[in-house]
Each structure stands twice: as structure tokens, then as C-alpha cells.
């Protein structure tokens, strides 16, 4: 069977779209063996994908993390600022110790680094990551919006300055594809832009930055199921049957 495996491209607050289609993937899928790519929230997802985190412990906790920083009472743009700190923690909270082993050379992550010649942006895909904390650095420098996430305009890593993985400027974007996946035919992606329920509800510009009430981050994560079963019913999981349970 030729390789396959998962894509998780960015999508800001529809992260928990993502997180609702893990939970029923992995009541379909060994997830542990699954090679995944991810960029912005995506790497998040890939991450706690390749982890089998339980994705109601985290929501649990990133609601913890939400009242303590008083978020809902900030307004829509209430995590402006404030998000890249809270995403930090929740991953360092959320990720076992063994993390790191159980990524490196399975799970990718995009990060974008800015350069002056030619001008542009720079896509950088990492594979290894040496310990927990480096992988969290990676998540990190993968989902910096710049400004919006913590106020700085980049995020080092590695010594690098990175924004979000998913920002194209001046440039070709390599298509984010899993370790050892090479046709596109092995490539399924879990996206909100391809589910017609999360279409028909955020549909204006800057919805996926903009803060959701607990109902409806819950509703995401039902969706996310739903677009899994549908694409299970169509065909769309049978690249991935090597990994069934």
C-alpha cells in the first residue's frame, strides 16, 4: 500500500473543528502510526493527533486558561494579545513528556521565516525535535499571527525569527504533505473549509480569529466528527486503511 497519512492545515479558532474530527479519527485509526503535517493550529492538531491526546481534556483545560485570563470578558477579539501565552501553557499542560519521541520524524510542522533577499517569506518544515520543550517552541513559532498573538511581531526558534506556518508573502508554498507521502493520493486533509456546516456559519472575514462561546467551540468539535463520518462513508479515509483498528 503506498504511504499515507494526514494534513491539518491552519484555520486559527476552527482548531476545534480539527480537534472534534480527532476524536472520531481515533476511534477509526491508530493515530500513534499515523504520519501527519500541520501548520498554524494544524501543527496543534498534529501534534496532539500523533499524541492521542484526549481532546476533551483539552478543551477542559484551554477553557481553564480562557476565565483565568478573562478572555470572554474581553469582547470577540478577546484573545488578541493573549493567545500565544495560553496556547504555550495548554501545550505544556496537554503533552506527555515522552512527546518529542513520539513526533520526531512523524509528525511535520511549517513555520514561515521572514528574509530580506530575495524578500519573502521563507517555509521551513521541521521533522525532529530534540525534547518536549523544543516541540512546543516549534507549535509555537508555527501558529504566531503576528501582533495578534502575543503583541511581537515574530517568534524565535531555533535561534530563527518565525511567524504563523500558514502566511504566504511573496512566495511559493510548498503543499504541506506528511513525512514519507510523496503522491497526492496519499494525502487526506481535515479542513473546516471543507465542511458545508462550518461554511454556512463563518462566513465573514476574520471569523477564525474572532473568540466563540463555549457552545459553540462545542459545536465545532461535533462538526469536526460529523465531516470525519462523512468522509468515512465516501471513501474519503481508504488511503488510511493500513492504520484501522
Not at 473543528?17 to 491508530?30: E, K, N, P, V, W
Not at 515522552?98 to 518544515?125: M, T, W
Amino acid at each position: 500500500m503506498r504511504p499515507a497519512g494526514l494534513v491539518f492545515p491552519g484555520g486559527g479558532i476552527f482548531f476545534w473543528f480539527q480537534a472534534g474530527a480527532i476524536s472520531a479519527l481515533s476511534r477509526r485509526l491508530t493515530l500513534s502510526k499515523v504520519p501527519v503535517a500541520g501548520a498554524s493550529a494544524g501543527a496543534l492538531a498534529a501534534t496532539l493527533a500523533a499524541c492521542e491526546s484526549d481532546v476533551d481534556d483539552a478543551l477542559h483545560r484551554a477553557l481553564s486558561l480562557s476565565e483565568a485570563a478573562g478572555v470572554f470578558e474581553r469582547g470577540p477579539w478577546g484573545l488578541r494579545g493573549v493567545w500565544g501565552p495560553m496556547i504555550e501553557e495548554w501545550l505544556d499542560q496537554l503533552l506527555p513528556s515522552d512527546a518529542a519521541a513520539r513526533c520526531s520524524g512523524r509528525v511535520r510542522i511549517d513555520v514561515s521565516q521572514p528574509r530580506l533577499f530575495p524578500p519573502g517569506l521563507k517555509s521551513v518544515a521541521l521533522c525532529e525535535y530534540e525534547d518536549k520543550a523544543d516541540l512546543v517552541s516549534a507549535n509555537m513559532a508555527s501558529v504566531h499571527i503576528p501582533l495578534f498573538i502575543d503583541g511581537a511581531w515574530t517568534r524565535r526558534h531555533r535561534g530563527r525569527r518565525c511567524v504563523d506556518g500558514s502566511i504566504r508573502f511573496l512566495g511559493k508554498r510548498e503543499r504541506l504533505m506528511p513525512p514519507g507521502v510523496v503522491e497526492e493520493s496519499g494525502r487526506v486533509r481535515i479542513a473546516s473549509v471543507d465542511s458545508h456546516l462550518m461554511r454556512a456559519r463563518y462566513n465573514k472575514p476574520g471569523s477564525f480569529l474572532k473568540l466563540s462561546s463555549v457552545d459553540a467551540v462545542r459545536e465545532m468539535m461535533e462538526w469536526g466528527a460529523i465531516h470525519v463520518e462523512e468522509m468515512d462513508a465516501g471513501g474519503k479515509l481508504d488511503a488510511l486503511d493500513a492504520f484501522r483498528r
